[in-house]
Each structure stands twice: as C-alpha cells, then as structure tokens.
C-alpha cells in the first residue's frame, strides 16, 4: 500500500508506504527534501583486491564450449551502474567520487575512478582495477575519503555531512588502525572540524569476517555525541548489493538535524531520533490507525492514513 500526493500526503513527505504484520501497521516514511539544504558530500569504494578478481566478481564469460564463447559478464559493473547514481544523486552537488580500495602491492593503494554524475556512472564502464591488490587495507580508503572532503572545504564548498559506501569481499588486515584511526575522525567531528560523517560497509560473499565488520560498528568511542560513525551489512552476492546499499544510505544520510519524535493518534511516541533524521525511518502503528503526528523543527504534522492503498 502507497500513499500518494494526490491523496493528502504532506509536503515534508515524498512517499509512504505501508505494510500489515503481525505487529501491527509497518510504515515506511521517505522524506522530500532536497540533497543541496543538509550539504551531503558522498563518496563510493569498491574493493579491488585479487580475491575479488579471483571471484570472477569483474567479469568471467558465461556458457560456451570451455568458456570460448558465450557473453562476458561484469556483475561489479551492473552493480555499480546502479549503486554509484543512487549515491550521487543524494550528494548536494550532484556528483560522488569513486575509487577502487585495497589495490597495488599489499593492498594498500587507491584508484580513483574520477567524480561521476547521476548520468555518467550509469553508463560507466567499471572494468575492475589497474592492479589488483594482494590483500585488504581499509585505513587507506579511509583516508582518503577524508582527504577528499577536507580537500573540497579548502576549495570552497560547504560540506555540513559526508557519507562514504565501502564494499569489501574479505578480511581486513589493518581493522586495529582502523578502529583508532575511528577515534580519531571522531574526535575531529566532535571539536567541529571536520563534518559529520557515516561510513558504510557492506561484506559481500563467504569469505567476510562479519566479526570484524561489527567492531568496525562498535568503534565509536563513548565521548563521540552523534549516531555510530560506521555501519554495517553483509549481501551473499555481489547481485544484492544494489538494494541492500540503497537501504543502508537512506538509513545514514541526512534528512535533517535536530531530531524528530513520531507519535500515533493516542499522543503515544512510536519512533524517538536523536539528531540526525535519516531520510528513511520506519515505525509500526496500531493496525487500525488513521493517522500518525511528527513533531521536529518546532513544527507539527498529523498526516492523515486514510487514503492509503488508493491510485
């Protein structure tokens, strides 16, 4: 079920869509703002370590006597030409860097691919690294992410928030620098001098550690005031990246600050965020429910529910 604008949707919403469970009314809320108020800055890594190549993730010809003949596939590239415009169309000036990560000698070097729009990454050819890694070095994306940002500040843009995707195969081999390395950005979002940041990263195949990924999750320190500076996901395959990606960028990049509390008809909160609102949340009503109120910025809106399901 949808609620569309022609059916009294509200203007802080673009869509909402809902879904009956055992629960209850399961929501689903987009908000329609736009990318250019919060100043998103945004930037997307894939991993290019031998094992990724080893995979067959760049390409391996399908069918065929031997695997002479037969179509060439690239399932990084299909994934990317999805996942890279998503991404660039959320960042306030229309474009994202892309890199590869974990390339060159030991796995410790970064290809830029270049800054790409909405339009050039979806017909981008992303045939895999120069030099495929010999092992799997986050710190160094990490890094240059932030050099990427603090780079683009000096130039002159105003960047308030940045979000990096990070797409990984394998083990890390630096995840103790990585997680000081955390404190340290932490500690510079916090005095103000650097922006607020989300790092998302997504385990794709058998060979992850999902142990290393959650204390990547769990490397924000205590004295750090914001939401955790890294979060996580694992796709069995790199085919479901692209929505599980999506999911997890609506889940982190901004909507708006200052938090926002969602109650049902009753005056009862059902959702409570604590400021940052991310562009997507989700909340589950009484399954009979009419309406529901947000109350951020000051403001208070009761939308209406009735007219969902309609076309």
Not at 37 to 57: C, H, R, V
Not at 64 to 84: K, W
Not at 98 to 107: C, F, I
Not at 269 to 294: G, H, K, W, Y
């Amino acid at each position: 079920m949808k609620l569309h604008k022609e059916n009294g949707l509200l203007e802080p919403f673009a869509e909402i869509h809902a879904k009956e469970t055992a629960e209850g009314l399961q929501l689903e809320l987009t908000f329609a703002l736009d990318p250019t108020i919060e100043k998103l800055a945004a930037a997307f890594y894939m991993d290019g370590s031998g094992s990724m190549q080893q995979m067959g993730a760049y390409g391996r010809v399908e069918g065929g006597f031997f695997g002479l003949f037969g179509t060439p596939r690239n399932p990084v590239q299909e994934a990317m030409r999805i996942m890279v415009p998503y991404l660039a169309k959320k960042d306030a000036n229309g474009s994202c860097r892309v890199a590869y990560w974990a390339t060159g000698d030991g796995g410790t070097n970064i290809e830029v691919i270049s800054e790409m729009s909405q339009a050039q990454a979806s017909q981008a050819v992303f045939p895999g690294p120069r030099s495929y890694g010999g092992g799997t070095n986050l710190l160094p994306a990490v890094r240059d992410f932030v050099a990427y940002i603090n780079k683009s500040r000096e130039a002159g843009e105003d960047i308030k928030a940045c979000i990096a995707a990070i797409v990984t195969d394998g083990e890390i081999h630096d995840l103790e620098d990585c997680v000081a390395y955390t404190a340290t950005l932490a500690r510079a979002i916090e005095d103000k001098k650097f922006p607020r940041t989300n790092l998302v990263i997504v385990g794709v195949g058998k060979e992850i550690d999902e142990e290393q990924l959650e204390q990547l999750e769990e490397a924000t320190p205590a004295f750090y005031s914001g939401r955790d500076i890294w979060c996580h996901a694992e796709a069995d395959s790199v085919a479901d990246l692209p929505e599980l990606v999506a999911h997890l960028l609506d889940a982190n990049i901004p909507a708006f600050w200052g938090g926002a509390v969602v109650k049902d008809n009753q005056g009862q909160a059902v959702l409570t965020l604590q400021d940052m609102v991310p562009a997507v949340i989700e909340f589950t009503l009484p399954r009979n429910a009419q309406s529901f109120t947000l109350e951020a910025g000051g403001k208070r809106f009761v939308q209406d529910l009735s007219g969902l399901g309609q076309h």
